[in-house]
């Protein structure tokens, strides 16, 4: 038995409708998320990595396996990914907003550059929102990397993270991915985020 779990999520498969369908949900965590921590555990059992936190053999994956990237990195992202969202979403607490507008100039021109990182992003990965040395940056990775990772070309502490795999929407929007993009942020849980920013600061 591995130590690695998938958690249960903190609503419905159902909850996120009409934003992200039930099956998909359904489909993505037991299936995709729920793979990669039975893949994980088997690729830290019985070596020198079992015990380590998620965080620890992220951070310097660069000495790990293919199996330990991939799978530690989709169980890792796909815990923040459920957890930052909510179904009909929620307000930006102050505390966050005012530090967007100051790094981003407003809000919209924020929900743009992360959009656009996540339309742009050449086939499977992720966008992030990330705090670096006390600062908000966006930026995206591939496959299952992410910004805790000391192979990623962007660095930091996430606070928001979108799947863009064609697995997270291509049930309901099919090739359609700035369409599932916009329509997500209709379900973004910006208390978690915010309160993951303030655990940063
Ligand atoms: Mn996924």
Redesign the pocket.
């Known amino acids: 038995m591995g130590k690695f779990e998938l958690l249960a999520l903190p609503y419905d498969y159902n909850a996120l409708e009409p934003t992200i369908d039930k099956m998909t949900m359904e489909i993505?965590h037991s299936k995709?998320?729920g793979g990669y921590v039975t893949k994980l555990n088997a690729a830290v059992e019985g070596t020198d990595l079992d015990g380590k936190s998620l965080e620890e053999l992220l951070s310097n994956v660069s000495n790990h396996s293919t199996a330990v990237r991939n799978n530690g990195g989709?169980h890792f992202?796909?815990s923040l990914?459920w957890s930052i969202m909510k179904p009909g979403g929620a307000e930006v607490p102050s505390s966050l907003s005012d530090a967007i507008n100051s790094a981003f100039t407003s809000f919209d021109e924020f929900k743009n550059q992360f959009s656009n990182a996540a339309v742009t992003r050449f086939g499977s990965g992720w966008a992030w929102l990330v705090v670096q040395d006390g600062k908000l940056a966006i930026g995206s990775t591939p496959n299952?990397d992410n910004p805790i990772m000391d192979v990623s070309d962007i660095k930091g502490t996430p606070i928001l993270g979108l799947?863009v795999?064609e697995?997270?929407y291509y049930l309901k929007y099919q090739n359609r991915r700035p369409e599932y993009i916009e329509n997500w942020w209709n379900v973004v849980n910006w208390e978690e985020v915010a309160k993951r920013y303030n655990d940063i600061k």
């Open positions: 993505h995709h998320h989709g992202n796909h990914f299952q799947d795999w697995h997270a």
